[in-house]
């Protein structure tokens, strides 16, 4: 059973910046792609960023720019560097795991941005 586990979300001012890692049970190049997911009240859950193991790499149009996503070899983590954050950027983030035949999820860290 694979298992990924958030870190890093909090409270923090517009204009801040936040650092999430999803450290995986496993190896992080055993999955063809990682990345986070955000789900705001009433709202679907949207892609955030993701990662191909080939380090191809995708993000919402809302986060380019701003958002970061990368591996720690070291730590098997996969992280968000989130910067210059919004109030519309306050969600709960997930971290998601995909290889050929299973599809993973974290149980999510909360990011909230308020003054």
């Known amino acids: 059973q694979v298992q990924l586990v958030e870190s890093g979300g909090g409270l923090v001012q517009p204009g801040g910046s936040l650092r999430l890692s999803c450290a995986a049970s496993?190896?992080?190049?055993?999955?063809?792609?990682m990345g986070w997911y955000r789900q705001a009240p009433g709202k679907q859950r949207e892609l955030v960023a993701a990662r191909t193991l080939g380090s191809l790499t995708n993000y919402a149009d809302s986060v380019k720019g701003r958002f970061t996503i990368s591996r720690d070899n070291v730590k098997n983590t996969v992280n968000l560097q989130m910067n210059n954050l919004r109030p519309e950027d306050t969600a709960v983030y997930y971290c998601?795991?995909?290889?050929?035949?299973?599809?993973?999820w974290g149980r999510g860290t909360q990011v909230t941005v308020s003054s």
């Open positions: 998601n795991a995909r290889d050929g035949e299973n599809d993973y």
């Open positions: 496993r190896s992080i190049y055993s999955f063809n792609a």
